[in-house]
């Protein structure tokens, strides 16, 4: 390995643009990255734009022709030794995470660096399922093929970059598309661990490309691109449009998962005990969960009861380093987002919201929030209507499903919805009316790769998830071949 490098948390990590196979400084421009834990500098990484962008999505499409030839095993083979090297270098990339995201280093290394490699392994056996369908007409046959499109940008937030960006990383390689990868500028440095462990495992040159850099400039770049086939985004609803039309622009097909503000519906015949552990399961991540229910909609007759409940569940959350046994709720990622999140709050406040729970910063200043709950709030309160991205959801009251169904569905958003209730009839006819691209029933963030992900209304546009993967990241071709046209063919026929 060459290039600059730097040391986080006794982990070297490579801090250059990686184009090519190599690791480059790009025009000398760096961007400071910051530890959310205690706001120290980590490092400097690279900061690209558009030359850096340009000289990556060369590299890309010069490599395309070979790795799209592979077979598929042959590029599954590659995948699982990056999904293999992933797990051996777990301690690294879950240090690094927690230190760049402010997540909970026992979630990384029990859960979401095993998540990584398995979306890559996932992804690589699934590839193998893609079978030529052929659709049998009168004239002709259609043989249905997925091939693979080109030259994918993928981009991602900074509240999950390892898992966000190998659910991309997956489906783009094993279907046999080259990548750039544009990781979140407040943590990027567990994305810059994966391109080495790309190059560690064999991955030819150019077929994983990285460019560090400010959404605005770098971001903005790879998706107004016009050398770039497909565009996977994963972001807030603002950025989102920007991508959007960019994409628009070139006719590039893009995938937008987007963020959500989820009702989370509890119904007076739910398993309360369960469900209240739930509620306070939404605090994950200091509340920085796209998929987050935050909106808790409550039967009025269970919910003095569900209220205590909720309390009691929500006790462990112990806000603090993220490195630490015992922590639950770290710090939010940027003092951006604790300025964000301390603004939503005050003003629910200011406008009449009670606090259950929390309410402020946390005693331990920083970029600490405490878990917060804000009862008497109304549905058209900026505080239900807005998604805040941190540790703070509301509680309201509904008298009869009907109305259930209408303050869940009163929203712009429609990423998940999470219900909680002892009735089957009641859970599937409450679920079929919900505008969700999830709904959770009797459950929360159970994600099984084969089904369908993403959002519903200003939440996205597209599914990703098992063949919707393929099915973006591929071109679907037709192939209409004339009955008995071949020389023998007919006379074989004929008999
Ligand atoms: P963001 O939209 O600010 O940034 C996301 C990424 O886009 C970053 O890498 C950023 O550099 C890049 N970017 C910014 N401007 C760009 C531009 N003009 N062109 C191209 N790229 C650009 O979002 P964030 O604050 O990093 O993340 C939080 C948001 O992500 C929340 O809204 C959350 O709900 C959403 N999110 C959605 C999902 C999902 O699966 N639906 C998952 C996680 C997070």
Known sequence: MTGQRASVGSVDVPTGHFIGGEWRP????????????????????????????????????????AWAELEPIARGQVLDAFAQRIRERKQELSTVETLDNGSLLIANQKRIVDRAAHNLEFFSRRALELSSDVIEGSVVDNHVRHEPAGVAALITPWNAPLMLSTWKLGPALAAGNTVVLKPPEWAPLSCALLAEIAAEVGIP??????????GARAGQALVGHPDVDRISFTGSVETGRRVGAAAAANVTPASLELGGKSAFVVFEDADLEQAAKTVAAQFNNAGQVCLAGTRILVHASIARDFQARVLEACKPFKVGDPRERGVRVGPLIHPRQLERVSGFVARALD????????????????????????????QDDEIV????????????????EDEACELANGTTYGLAAVLYSGERA????????????????????VRDLEAPFGGARQSGVGREGGLHSFDFFCDIKNVAIKHDSFTGEAEAADG
């Open 26 to 65: 790009g025009s000398g421009e760096t961007m400071s990255v910051l530890s959310p834990i205690d706001q120290q500098e980590l490092t400097q990484v690279a900061a690209g734009g558009p030359d850096e962008v340009a000289a990556a999505v060369r590299a890309a499409r010069a490599a395309f022709p």
């Open 205 to 214: 040159r150019g077929v994983f490309n990285l460019v560090h850099g400010e």
């Open 426 to 445: 009641r859970a599937e006819r409450v679920a079929s009316r919900l505008v969700a691209g999830t709904v959770w029933v009797n459950c929360f963030f």
């Open 351 to 378: 406008a009449g919201a009670h606090p259950l729970l929390g309410g402020s910063e946390s005693e331990l200043g920083g970029l600490y929030y405490q878990p917060t709950i804000l009862a008497n709030v109304k």
């Open 385 to 400: 209507q807005q998604e805040v991205f941190g540790p703070v959801l509301t509680w309201q009251t509904f008298e009869h």
